[in-house]
């Protein structure tokens, strides 16, 4: 089970930190990732995180701007978000699954996802 937490409202150029809290299984057998879905637009990947956090990937959206980070022993990870842009308003999810490709390159199906978190950015 995944819990998602920390969206907002907040102007451009500003910052937010989003966290999602796992459950229910081993959270460093999964990659941890956060994806978007803006109004009317498909669900994109953001930025995801590796089982022991070695490894990160980013949107290229995102690159410079936001900063993926778990950790293990309190099965969170977290998604900081600086310097924002109104295009980055969309609902956010947190996802877990077994597998880094399958995270990063195809967005599905993935093991489990968080119920999603609204952020929006005013301009």
């Known amino acids: 089970q995944l819990q998602a937490s920390g969206g907002g409202l907040v102007q451009a150029g500003g910052s937010l930190r989003l966290s999602c809290a796992f459950s229910?299984?081993?959270?460093?057998?999964?990659?941890m990732g956060w994806f978007r879905q803006a109004p009317g637009k498909e669900r994109e990947f953001v930025a995801g995180?590796?089982?022991?956090?070695?490894?990160?990937d980013y949107a290229e959206s995102v690159k410079g701007r936001f900063t993926i980070s778990r950790d293990n022993a309190k099965s969170t990870v977290h998604l900081q978000m600086n310097s924002l842009k109104p295009e980055d308003t969309a609902v956010y999810y947190c996802a877990a699954d077994r597998d880094r490709a399958r995270m990063v390159v195809h967005g599905s199906p993935l093991d489990a996802w968080g119920q999603g978190t609204q952020v929006t950015v005013s301009s």
């Open positions: 229910g299984r081993t959270f460093s057998s999964y990659v």
């Open positions: 995180i590796t089982w022991s956090g070695r490894f990160t």
